[in-house]
C-alpha cells in the first residue's frame, strides 16, 4: 500500500522560508511518476503548487513560481518543497501526493496533510 | 491560469442524483480529457474519485460518474447516500505542464 506523509514546522515567520518533506512508503519514486504537492488554506479549495519527477524534472504553479522550490531525493524516497518569502496568505493544509496522469491530472494517493502557519 | 468555476453548494435527498458542474475554457477543460474529481470529508485528503472524464479508480462506487461537454465537466452522484456528503473538487490540466482546481462544491445530503 502507497502512503505518503508530510513533515516539517508547523509554524513559520512571515518572509521566511517554508520547508515541508513527504516521505513515501510502499513505493519507490525511483520507479516512476510524478510526485505533488498541493495545498488548501482553512476553508477554501485546493491550489496545485507544483510536481517533480525522479529524475528532479519540476514543474510549478505560475502564480507561485518565484517562490518555489520542489526537490527530489531519491536514495531516501523522499520529496521536498520550499516556499520562500511566506506570508500569512500562505498559511494552509499542505498535502503531498502521487500523480499518475499523463497530463498531471491524476493524484491517486495523498499524504494526510500538515497544517502551516504563518505568524510571527 | 484562474480556477475552475463550481457552483459553492448543490444537494438532493436519499437516493436521489445531483450534478455538479466545473467551466473552465479551452484552454484547460475543453481542450483536454483530463479532468479528475476528487471527494474530501472534513479534515481528511481528498480522494480519488473520477479520473480522465469518465474513468472510476477501484472500490470507488459506480454510484460516481462523469461526463464532459464543451469547457464544462460534470459529476453525477446517483442515489444519494448520506456518506456522500462531502465537499467536491474538480481538476483539469490547463496546459503547460500545469494543473488547476476548482473552487470546490458543498453537498449537502438532505
Known amino acids: 500500500q502507497v502512503q505518503l506523509q508530510e513533515s516539517g514546522p508547523g509554524l513559520v515567520k512571515p518572509s521566511e522560508t517554508l520547508s515541508l518533506t513527504c516521505t513515501v512508503s510502499?513505493?519507490?519514486?525511483?520507479?516512476?511518476?510524478?510526485w505533488g504537492w498541493i495545498r488548501q488554506p482553512p476553508g477554501k479549495g485546493l491550489e496545485w503548487i507544483g510536481y517533480?519527477?525522479?529524475?528532479?524534472?519540476?514543474y510549478y504553479n505560475p502564480s507561485l513560481k518565484s517562490r518555489v522550490t520542489i526537490s527530489v531525493d531519491t536514495s531516501r524516497n523522499q520529496f521536498s518543497l520550499k516556499l520562500s518569502s511566506v506570508t500569512a496568505a500562505d498559511t494552509a493544509v499542505y498535502y503531498c501526493?502521487?500523480?499518475?496522469?499523463?497530463?498531471?491530472?491524476?493524484?491517486?494517493?495523498w499524504g494526510q496533510g500538515t497544517l502551516v502557519t504563518v505568524s510571527s | 491560469q484562474s480556477a475552475l468555476t463550481q457552483p459553492p453548494s448543490a444537494s438532493g435527498s436519499p437516493g436521489q442524483s445531483v450534478t455538479i458542474s466545473c467551466t473552465g475554457t479551452?484552454?484547460?477543460?475543453?481542450?483536454?480529457?483530463?479532468v479528475s474529481w476528487y471527494q474530501q470529508h472534513p479534515g481528511k485528503a481528498p480522494k480519488l474519485m473520477i479520473f480522465?472524464?469518465?474513468k472510476r479508480p477501484s472500490g470507488v462506487p459506480d454510484r460516481f460518474s462523469g461526463s464532459k461537454s464543451g469547457n464544462t465537466a460534470s459529476l453525477t452522484v446517483s442515489g444519494l447516500q448520506a456518506e456522500d456528503e462531502a465537499d467536491y473538487y474538480c481538476?483539469?490540466?490547463?496546459?503547460?505542464?500545469?494543473?488547476?482546481f476548482g473552487g470546490g462544491t458543498k453537498l449537502t445530503v438532505l
Open positions: 510502499g513505493y519507490s519514486i525511483s520507479t516512476g511518476y510524478y
Open positions: 501526493a502521487r500523480d499518475t496522469g499523463t497530463y498531471f491530472d491524476i493524484f491517486d494517493y
Open positions: 480522465e472524464v469518465n
Open positions: 517533480i519527477y525522479r529524475s528532479g524534472s519540476s
Open positions: 481538476s483539469s490540466y490547463a496546459g503547460s505542464n500545469s494543473l488547476v
Open positions: 479551452s484552454s484547460d477543460v475543453g481542450g483536454y480529457n483530463s
